[in-house]
């Protein structure tokens, strides 16, 4: 039933974009295609503001840009003639890379210096002519050419550098054909080298000399690299290892390396002063019982030791093995896991393990959620990876005690893997306004330009993904088949709220196909189950009372009722507050108000004749007596009656921080709930309508005066790594306007409210050249426990990312309430 079901409801999906429901072809609105013209007589493509998070000083940090995200098409010449300045007008380093691999190129790769928390103000311009900067990376293949093959060795030749090479058949170890048996990749810090056969071992190329080195590598056959050259050496014993960062399969007892393949090809992607990056392609890999293709493609950076590998397989293989070679007198070194999934943690080994006989640290690094088991065998030492899709990133890197200015002690050593651990985790900060945003945010804020912004980032995420989030489909935010969750819901209750602000019919269709996708005939809810007493998923159910008032049709009712149910069995704290999870329990959360709270109060007035208003507005008043703070007037993310969680103040129970999206959970809650509550309900309307007054006195407090936004940690604007946070502006952008709109607060917030959503535009949507935008600076998601402590630093992990649901979705229902706002 599942896939029948599933495949009627993307029918009706396909149907409804080929018949022109869902926009899939151009977006762009006439005020859009003049704005787009006139970017063409500006002096600059991107201006931007860039700021380590860290406290320590990144040196050679590269940050990326995607050729739309910086308002250009990536086909015009334009994308491959640009200069970056920074605020004393020098030139600094960047490069246009093709960083997905597939021949064009698709970024731009800017190189910085930052000192702690330093910013650098830079400007994009047209460029007059190319730039020659120092080449500080490479990508190296060479093969012989005018010899002959005798068996498996090439007799006679000289090498020829190529970037592309399909392996000869009788090529194997030791063949003489490939100059030092692989492809090569460097940075001025280290070289490392892939053996194309049958070992698939990954070889390190120590330093003596901060500059690019492989070419010399080589020349003269395989033995002199294996000696101090003026350039440095070969400093890894491989053996029978995955050596330095390789990957294999893990077979519940060792590794197998990547040897039983048909083919090898190799080629350089990308080769130039700062980002170079190579591919291999394995065709047959013989892995289990079956045969895969995997694809591995590595980027190196100008002064940094890392290798960034991604490898993809053409069908899902289950235990992908990275490792380390394991030497005899090393000490292994394992960062800390008790973190977020997110996060990157880091393996290490470290000792005199070079074959110069030096001190030589080699590293991996992962992410947690990544990570299945932590293990060796007899050559290795083995992190077993697990992954929801097809493919898997990690990094790979080694550092000598002979490089100049190199890490020449365990401490140097661990100092620098808990950095680059921070540097992959917390990335830069980035506040950027392209030509392309200016002017279109020179137009004047009227109630038909926020529409039409509301549109577009709809349209936008129709075409990217948000028919994905239907049963059956896959999730390309999270790497997981599409679930019942909560932030289905989110995003269908903004395309029905766009429905009615503009009587488009291909918005209420995606709202229906998404949350109906998963309401079997019998009223079950797919994928949900009540056991878990999860609150999150009681959010969509919004949603499905809407899908029962729209069309009468029983199912929904049903599927409402399970909800329904769930509450009526979920636990509570003493004081009768619902527990958000029943694997967090004793606790309540912010988030939990706005998933449960609105949900009940709407049920209860369609079923219960309000039996249950007193419960919703209970829920309410508790999360204001023990979250809120009464000096500041923010409210703590979460509270743990049994004051016994890791994250929790023993004496109150609070977690340390106020969480901006945690607080606009309950601020778009409050003024939902009143949609429901009829007005002879005076008593509740007052305690709610209290609530609502106070917070929204204390929240504009908050709002940052130049850009009219709030950051991740409201109250904290200038600490090292904050930043201006997108899911949470647009939350308090629609509470404030839905509260004035419907006359729950005075009209003097209709200028926070219209400041807030200006701000919007100006820093966090971004315009791109096909008419779609993006909603930018986004926390992905936060919690407590589980590794995630609750402490400033765990906020300032947590990815930043763009057009996940939890910023679209408030975003699109902000702009609706802004229209009406404007309106009047």
Excluded at 262 to 281: C, F, L, T
Excluded at 442 to 470: C, F, G, I, N, Q
Excluded at 611 to 640: C, K, M, Q, T
Aim: contains cysteine; glycine residues 8%.
């Amino acid at each position: 039933m599942g896939n029948k079901f599933r495949n009627m409801w993307l029918l009706s999906a396909v149907t409804a974009m080929s018949t022109g429901l869902v926009s899939c072809g151009n977006t762009q609105s006439s005020a859009t295609k003049a704005a787009t013209t006139a970017t063409d007589n500006l002096d600059y493509v991107a201006k931007m503001t860039l700021r380590n998070p860290s406290k320590f000083a990144r040196n050679d940090e590269i940050t990326y840009f995607s050729f739309p995200a910086l308002g250009i098409d990536s086909r015009v010449p334009l994308a491959k003639n640009l200069a970056v300045y920074n605020q004393n007008n020098q030139l600094v380093p960047s490069q246009a890379i093709d960083m997905d691999q597939n021949g064009e190129v698709d970024h731009l790769a800017i190189l910085n210096q930052f000192a702690v928390g330093q910013s650098h103000d830079l400007i994009i311009k047209k460029a007059s002519q190319p730039a020659n900067f120092e080449k500080r990376t490479q990508g190296d293949l060479a093969h012989k050419v005018g010899g002959k093959w005798d068996g498996s060795k090439y007799i006679g030749g000289e090498f020829k550098n190529v970037t592309k090479l399909v392996v000869p058949e009788q090529y194997t170890d030791h063949g003489e054909y490939i100059r030092y048996e692989g492809i090569g990749i460097e940075s001025d810090q280290v070289g490392y080298r892939i053996y194309l056969d049958w070992r698939n071992g990954f070889d390190i190329f120590g330093k003596t000399k901060d500059e690019i080195s492989l070419h010399k590598v080589g020349l003269d056959g395989y033995k002199s690299y294996h000696e101090m050259q003026d350039w440095g050496m070969d400093i890894l014993k491989v053996g029978k290892s995955l050596g330095m960062g390789g990957y294999g399969y893990w077979n519940g007892s060792e590794v197998e390396r990547v040897s039983k393949v048909d083919n090898w090809q190799a080629q350089i992607v990308d080769n130039g002063p700062i980002y170079s990056s190579i591919q291999i392609n394995y065709k047959g890999w013989q892995v289990k019982d079956q045969k895969v293709d995997l694809t591995a493609k590595m980027a190196m950076t100008a002064g940094s030791r890392l290798v960034k590998v991604d490898l993809s397989t053409t069908e899902k293989v289950d235990d992908l093995a990275i490792g380390l070679v394991k030497h005899k007198g090393t000490q292994w070194i394992q960062g800390e896991t008790d973190i977020q999934g997110t996060a990157w943690v880091y393996f290490a080994s470290y000792g005199q393990q070079s074959l110069n006989n030096d001190n030589l640290g080699m590293a991996l690094f992962i992410k947690k959620m990544n990570i299945k088991e932590i293990t060796q065998d007899k050559n290795n030492y083995v992190i077993v990876s697990k992954s929801n899709s097809k493919d898997l990133s990690y990094y790979f890197a080694a550092a000598w005690d002979k490089e100049p200015n190199g890490v020449t002690s365990l401490a140097d050593f661990e100092t620098y893997l808990k950095q680059t651990s921070e540097r992959l985790t917390r990335t830069i900060r980035v506040n950027k306004t392209t030509a392309l945003a200016a002017k279109e945010n020179a137009m004047p804020l009227t109630s038909a330009r926020a529409l039409d912004v509301a549109k577009r980032l709809a349209d936008s995420e129709l075409r990217r993904k948000a028919y994905d989030y239907v049963n059956g489909g896959y999730d390309k935010m999270r790497h997981r088949p599409s679930k019942y969750t909560y932030t289905t819901g989110l995003l269908a209750m903004s395309f029905d709220d766009l429905y009615q602000a503009t009587l488009d019919p291909r918005y209420r269709q995606a709202a229906q196909t998404i949350v109906g996708s998963f309401i079997a005939e019998d009223g079950k809810i797919i994928t949900y189950k009540k056991s878990d007493f999860n609150i999150d998923k009681i959010n969509s159910g919004k949603m499905i009372l809407r899908l029962y008032e729209q069309t009468g049709e029983e199912k929904y009712r049903i599927a409402a009722g399970h909800l329904r149910d769930q509450l009526k069995d979920h636990p509570k704290t003493s004081n009768g507050a619902f527990w958000h999870k029943k694997i967090y329990p004793h606790q309540l959360w912010l988030d939990g108000v706005y998933m449960g709270m609105p949900f009940l109060a709407q049920y209860s007035a369609l079923f219960e004749d309000g039996a249950s208003f007193d419960e919703v507005i209970h829920e309410f008043e508790v999360s204001r007596e023990y979250l809120r703070d009464p000096n500041s007037g923010l409210y703590f993310h979460g509270w743990d009656e049994s004051k016994s969680i890791y994250w929790a103040n023993p004496e109150t129970g609070l977690s340390q921080e106020f969480w901006a999206r945690g607080m606009g959970w309950l601020a778009m809650a409050s003024v939902d709930v009143l949609d429901f509550l009829p007005a002879d309900d005076k008593e509740n309307r007052k305690k709610l309508l209290h609530i609502i007054e106070e917070f929204a006195a204390d929240l504009v407090k908050y709002q940052d005066e130049a850009s009219g936004t709030w950051y991740q940690i409201p109250n904290k604007p200038n600490e090292i790594g904050n930043y201006k946070e997108s899911s949470a502006t647009a939350m308090y952008t629609y509470f404030l306007a839905k509260a004035v709109n419907q006359g729950y607060l005075p009209k003097k917030y209709k200028a926070n409210a219209i400041k807030a959503y200006q701000g919007m535009l100006d820093v966090f949507v971004e315009p791109h050249p096909d008419g779609s935008v993006s909603l930018t600076n986004m926390c992905f998601v936060a919690g407590l426990g589980f590794g995630r402590d609750g402490s400033y630093n765990y906020y300032m992990d947590e990815p930043v990312l763009a057009d996940d649901p939890k910023g679209t979705g408030p975003f699109i229902m902000a702009s609706a309430q802004i229209a009406t706002l404007l309106d009047k």
